[in-house]
């Protein structure tokens, strides 16, 4: 059996596509969905996301603006600069780019922004909000991944679904995301004694650790569901993931390729944020 791949590139199209739409209804009533993005210093892997972030918005219909300084910028100034972002009512969306230097507090960056412009989904209300079920901006990545699996209609309802890795961005928001859609969840981590043991039982299973080959062929029950949000280098200084891709098609029923896969779902539900934050203004 070969798994069915999860084109990541295809659903975000047709996203971006509805998010063009609905935000071409919001300019006819003169709103124009506004997203800031704040970039402080040179990490080349951050200039890269942030200028495919900024691109994505421009060919949605939104309205971005970038914000570049440089890496001895002061804690104080750019607390300051996200204040003003606050404030400001062109804005909708306020995502500032990690990691940030080490002389900045990024938690404390992070609890600056607006909950209403917290984009990015990792403010401590968005955090709550998602644990209790109210209204409030999702992390993008595993939002991402939810869709991807509303896409081939997969219902999650008393299923067991695996989760490897723990981080606040990936992680544990994803698994209550899962837990809302009532899958019974399991969340392994670098502790977790025998992860085999927990995968072979998982219908569902996403691999968030950032360590290729974290999850191989033997680990996978026959016709599970893998998830793969990993970003990592192969030895030939490829692109690849966490999944023993090659390995795992074989077991699994339907499974997410890198590249192509869950990245580009996670700047298309930063762009739906970004809507939303100004539709509901």
């Known amino acids: ?125 968005s955090a709550g909000a998602l644990m209790t079920g109210s209204s409030g901006f999702w992390p993008c990545t595993p939002n991402g991944c939810m869709k991807m699996l509303e896409s081939i209609h997969y219902d999650l309802r008393g299923k067991h679904a695996v989760v490897i890795g723990r981080s606040n961005i990936v992680g544990k928001p994803m698994a209550l995301m899962l837990l809302q859609k009532n899958a019974t969840v399991t969340l392994c981590h670098s502790a977790t004694h025998n992860l085999k043991a927990m995968t072979l039982q998982a219908d569902v299973i996403v691999a968030a650790v950032g360590k290729r080959n974290v999850l191989t062929a033997d680990m996978v029950k026959p016709g599970a569901v893998v998830i793969d949000v990993g970003m990592n280098r192969n030895d030939e200084g490829k692109l690849c993931g966490d999944v023993d891709f090659d390995g795992v098609k074989e077991v699994a029923g339907y499974i997410t390729p890198v590249p192509g896969g869950v990245g580009p779902m996670t700047i298309t539900m930063l762009l739906v944020n970004t809507l939303e934050a100004a539709e509901r203004c």
């Open 1 to 125: 059996m070969t798994a069915q791949l999860i084109d990541g590139n295809a659903l975000s199209k047709q996203l971006r596509a509805q998010v063009a739409e609905r935000a071409a209804a919001l300019r006819a009533r003169g709103v124009i969905p506004g997203l800031a993005v704040i970039l402080v210093g040179e990490n080349p892997a951050s200039q890269v996301y942030v200028r495919n972030k900024v691109k994505a918005c421009e060919d949605s219909g939104l309205y971005s603006v970038l914000e570049k300084h440089p890496a001895d910028l002061s804690e104080a100034a750019l607390l300051a600069r996200v204040e003003a972002l606050n404030n400001d009512p062109a804005i909708h969306g306020i995502l500032v780019q990690l990691p940030l230097p080490a002389h900045i507090d990024a938690q404390k960056v992070i609890e600056a922004i607006a909950p209403a412009k917290d984009v990015d989904g990792f403010h401590v209300a």
